[in-house]
């Protein structure tokens, strides 16, 4: 008997959730899993942050919340926040009203979300992305309906580092009027960031261009421990006038993985524009979603409206952030009284959750295979995976593979 599904193809597993797969069925008492991006405790657990906790039972506990659908567009005071924590409080464009904050499904709904409002109500067609990206960024847009991808170089893989003149060349030959799409902090895989100084040159391209940038905002706070920090390119880009889209993630900086809480930052020059734009997003997503869940968007905005908690939350991201850079300081060392072969500079160098190690994909999966340690082909790791029990055993598999592994 034939079914409508006969023609449904088997695709190839997401590599990340296939290694944490392999990683959860291993038996060997060795196995370190740093491949999926998810902050872990120095004992190697989720940590849920105190301030959250509390104000989770606080929620949990107020008789008199209920269940009732929220707009469409969000929980007001958590978009409210949300792009206050973005831009900045005194922030013109906010003063000015001439900013969006639309809640979404985490980082990557907010990214849909902006891509489908481009594609399909601003007619855009072509998106640039750096060389290497986060995998997902390519379906994401492709998904919404861009016909056309033009990539930048970004990682130097023989100098370990951000290669920022052919970055800017491949953007000055990028359509006019494209879609760039670029990380404010703590780019993903690489965990390489323009300096300021090449923050305004890529900008002045994108200026004299006319792209259009969209922003992703998964670490702001979390990467270098002050979300003020983090947003630097995010506000320097408003500050020249651009137009532009941040989607932005409470996902890790807040330890919500499964609430899925984020937010579509928009900045006009226009403020007469906003309703035209509010009601071309409700569209969106009343044909996606109808609206977003409310406890995630709950606890987040309570926590950023209030002072106090907030000074708490800060307290929280600064630990995270601070033991991702000891696991940085800890790898270095160890290679290097190793005397493993290559440059290691780049790993202290390199800022937020990943670190692009230059292992090839043979050593990596060499590393899954002989010594249980997963992580993706491309070299990246996450640091969060590391601790003060694993880093020896870590760091010496990687010497190993790296001085047996034969170059062709």
Same mark, same amino acid.
């Given at each position: 008997m034939t079914s409508a599904f006969d023609d449904v193809q088997l695709t190839s597993p997401i590599e990340v959730f296939a290694l944490t797969k392999a990683y959860n069925e291993d038996t060997n008492d060795k196995k370190v899993n740093l491949s999926i991006g998810v902050y872990r405790t120095d004992e190697?657990?989720?940590?849920?942050?105190?301030?959250?906790a509390r104000i989770e039972a606080q929620i949990a506990g107020n008789e008199?919340?209920?269940?009732?659908y929220l707009p469409v567009?969000?929980?007001?005071?958590?978009?409210?926040?949300?792009?206050?924590?973005?831009?900045?409080?005194?922030s013109p464009a906010i003063r000015e009203n001439r900013v969006i904050g639309c809640q979404a499904l985490s980082?990557?709904?907010?990214?849909?979300?902006?891509?489908?409002l481009l594609a399909?109500?601003?007619?855009?067609?072509?998106?640039?992305?750096?060389?290497?990206?986060?995998?997902?960024?390519?379906d994401v847009f492709t998904s919404a309906g861009f016909t056309h991808s033009h990539c930048y170089r970004y990682w130097h893989s023989e100098r370990r580092e951000i290669d920022i003149d052919g970055m800017l060349e491949d953007l000055v030959a990028a359509p006019e009027g494209s879609v760039v799409n670029l990380h404010a902090c703590a780019h993903n895989p690489t965990g390489c960031d323009p300096t300021r100084e090449q923050w305004k040159r890529i900008a002045d391209v994108c200026e004299a261009r006319k792209l259009f940038p969209f922003f992703d905002s998964a670490y702001q706070g979390f990467a270098s421990g002050d979300p003020i920090e983090d947003a630097f390119?995010?506000?320097? /880009?408003?500050?020249? %006038?651009?137009?532009?889209?941040?989607? !932005?993630?409470?996902?890790?900086? #807040?330890?919500? $993985?499964?609430?899925?809480?984020?937010?579509?930052?928009?900045?006009?020059?226009?403020?007469?524009?906003?309703?035209?734009?509010?009601?071309?997003?409700?569209?969106?997503?009343?044909?996606?979603?109808?609206?977003?869940?409310?406890?995630?968007?709950?606890?987040?905005?309570?926590?950023?409206?209030?002072?106090?908690?907030?000074?708490?939350?800060?307290?929280?991201?600064?630990?995270?952030?601070?033991?991702?850079?000891?696991?940085?300081?800890?790898?270095?060392?160890?290679l290097i009284a190793l005397k493993t072969p290559g440059t290691w500079s780049h790993i202290i160098d390199q800022i937020g959750? /990943?670190?692009?190690? %230059?292992?090839?994909?043979?050593?990596? !999966?060499?590393?899954?295979?002989? #010594?249980?340690? $997963?992580?993706?082909?491309?070299?990246?790791?996450?640091?969060?995976?590391?601790?003060?029990?694993?880093?020896?055993?870590?760091?010496?598999?990687?010497?190993?593979?790296?001085?047996?592994?034969?170059t062709p």
């Open positions: 190697g657990n989720p940590w849920v942050l105190p301030v959250v008199a919340l209920n269940h009732e567009t969000g929980d007001e005071q958590f978009t409210k926040v949300a792009v206050a924590h973005l831009l900045g409080e005194d980082g990557t709904g907010a990214l849909r979300l902006g891509a489908e399909h109500v601003m007619h855009k067609t072509t998106y640039c992305v750096s060389i290497p990206t986060w995998d997902n960024h390519d390119a995010v506000r320097y /880009f408003v500050s020249r %006038g651009f137009e532009i889209m941040c989607a !932005q993630s409470f996902v890790k900086n #807040f330890g919500l $993985y499964s609430e899925r809480v984020g937010n579509l930052a928009i900045v006009l020059r226009n403020p007469a524009k906003l309703p035209a734009i509010v009601s071309q997003l409700s569209l969106l997503i009343r044909g996606m979603y109808s609206s977003p869940p409310a406890f995630g968007s709950r606890i987040v905005g309570t926590i950023l409206s209030d002072p106090e908690l907030r000074a708490e939350w800060m307290l929280c991201i600064k630990t995270m952030s601070e033991r991702i850079m000891r696991m940085r300081r800890m790898l270095y060392d160890h959750m /990943f670190s692009y190690t %230059g292992l090839s994909e043979e050593q990596s !999966q060499r590393l899954a295979r002989e #010594f249980h340690i $997963y992580l993706p082909k491309s070299g990246r790791i996450s640091l969060s995976g590391l601790n003060d029990r694993n880093m020896e055993y870590v760091a010496k598999a990687i010497h190993y593979v790296i001085t047996t592994t034969t």
